[in-house]
Antibody, heavy 119, light 107 residues
């Protein structure tokens, strides 16, 4: 059974940093692109980042480019999101998600982790 | 960036009704459209990919159609467990973009 379990969320002040983790199990992690998707309270979904199988390619929307960094450790079946220079508008539930092997995005999701950016 | 517009924002229908949700892209996305269902307090779930392919394990009352810029998600016979918000996503080009969602309720 595919499982994605996020951790590392919490309350952080504006301008500070936070690193999220996602532990994957139930599939061969190194064979799949992975991603982060977020959802602000009572709002819609926003794609945040995607990383290739080896980690050599990463993709971001302009809203987080230069502030967020997605990475992975295939030996540990783990995905990460380093978030720097956090803003109040980054407050959201962050989901770890898998891209399937044919390119379809987000066939499996974690339960999400809350990040609150506030002073 | 490609803008995805969903309509209606809110829909109330009766059990057994045929329900149609719309998603329009601001430019051609070929067949690269997915639909997700999100129930209250849960993570989204993939329903449909490549516009009309049903994800494994999803009931056959869900179907998708369309290509280019206009897409539709249809529930052939609405069930109480279908109460949720439905989002579309284009994955034709970066950045990936979601629609704002359609909230579906039982009348």
């Amino acid at each position: 059974e595919v499982q994605l379990v996020e951790s590392g969320g919490g309350l952080v002040q504006p301008g500070r940093s936070l690193k999220l983790s996602c532990a994957a199990s139930g599939f061969t992690f190194s064979n799949y692109y992975m991603a982060w998707v977020r959802q602000a309270p009572k709002k819609g979904l926003e794609w945040v980042a995607t990383i290739s199988t080896s980690g050599s390619r990463t993709y971001y929307p302009d809203s987080v480019k230069g502030r967020f960094t997605i990475s992975r450790d295939n030996a540990k079946s783990s995905l990460y999101l380093q978030m720097n220079s956090l803003k109040s508008e980054d407050t959201a539930t962050y989901y770890c998600a898998r891209h399937d092997n044919s390119g379809v995005p987000f066939d499996y999701w974690g339960q999400g982790v809350m990040v609150t950016v506030s002073s | 960036d490609i803008q995805m517009t969903q309509s209606p924002s809110f829909l109330s229908a009766s059990v057994g009704d045929r329900v149609t949700l719309s998603c329009k892209a601001s430019q051609n996305i070929n067949k690269y459209l997915a639909w997700y269902q999100q129930k209250l307090g849960e993570a989204p779930k993939l329903l449909i990919y490549n516009a009309n392919s049903l994800q494994t394990g999803i009931p056959s009352r869900f179907s998708g159609s369309g290509s280019g810029t206009d897409f539709t998600l249809t529930i052939s016979s609405l069930q109480p467990e279908d109460v949720a918000t439905y989002f579309c996503l284009q994955h034709n080009s970066w950045p990936l973009t979601f629609g704002s969602g359609t909230k579906l309720e039982i009348k």
